[in-house]
């Protein structure tokens, strides 16, 4: 059975670094099936994929459009996990956000949600 | 990319059916099959209920099925039960490689 369990801080100033860290049991990040996403959902956005990381015989990244410029999400192989760095944060970056597993049916495996608020 | 468009909210009495719409583009929704159905309860994360258009996952009721035509795809709900009552979300894959997500459509059972 996967499981993802997400650390971070709840809270990041303005102009700064919001980074998050999915620690993966039950599966590998370095999978040749599936794919590690992160999606945050906040009440004026809705839910948002923003992007993903996998492995096939090389790594691969996407990113969606509306934060390209500002994220990066990195595997982690020595601790089988993955992680999220979104940088300039704005209030609108304000969210919960999910670290979840795409496998072939979906987003079947989701971290249990950390909410983050950009805020001095 | 934007959000699929859904209803904000749909509402039937229990053992009735109820169906959302998820419509999006000839690059999302319309190009491929991998669109996917969530349910969420008020402060749990999605739970995949539909998924590559029309197939449960193990554990799924069968009172939920899905379809798709053109650029719009659908969520049916048949039989309605109160523990039904939820927030629901699509997903669709993309051209551009990424994945969409639709507005949401809060069901209520009366």
């Known amino acids: 059975q996967v499981q993802l369990q997400q650390s971070g801080p709840g809270l990041v100033k303005p102009s700064q670094t919001l980074s998050l860290t999915c620690a993966i049991s039950g599966d590998s990040v370095s999978s040749n099936s599936g794919t590690w996403n992160w999606i945050r959902q906040s009440p004026s956005r809705g839910l948002e994929w923003l992007g993903r990381t996998y492995y096939r015989s090389k790594w691969y990244r996407d990113y969606a459009v509306s934060v390209k410029s500002r994220i990066t999400i990195n595997p982690d192989t020595s601790n089988n996990q993955f992680s999220l760095q979104l940088n300039s944060v704005t209030p609108e970056d304000t969210a919960v956000y999910y670290c979840?597993?795409?496998?072939?049916?979906?987003?079947?495996?989701w971290g249990q949600g950390t909410l983050v608020s950009v805020s001095s | 990319q934007s959000a699929l468009t859904q209803p904000p909210s749909v509402s039937g009495s229990p053992g009735q059916s109820v169906t959302i719409s998820c419509t999006g583009t000839?690059?999302?929704?319309?190009?491929?099959?991998?669109v996917s159905w969530y349910q969420q309860p008020p402060g749990t994360a999605p739970k995949v209920m539909i998924y590559?258009?029309?197939n449960r996952p193990s554990g799924v009721p069968d009172r939920f099925s899905g379809s798709k035509s053109g650029n719009t795809a659908s969520l049916t709900i048949s039989g309605l039960q109160a523990e039904d009552e939820a927030d629901y979300y699509c997903?669709?894959?993309?051209?551009?490689?990424?994945?969409?997500f639709g507005t949401g459509t809060k069901v209520s059972v009366l």
């Open positions: 997903s669709s894959y993309t051209s551009s490689s990424t994945y969409v």
């Open positions: 979840a597993k795409n496998a072939n049916w979906g987003f079947a495996y």
């Open positions: 000839s690059s999302d929704v319309g190009s491929y099959n991998r």
């Open positions: 590559e258009v029309s």
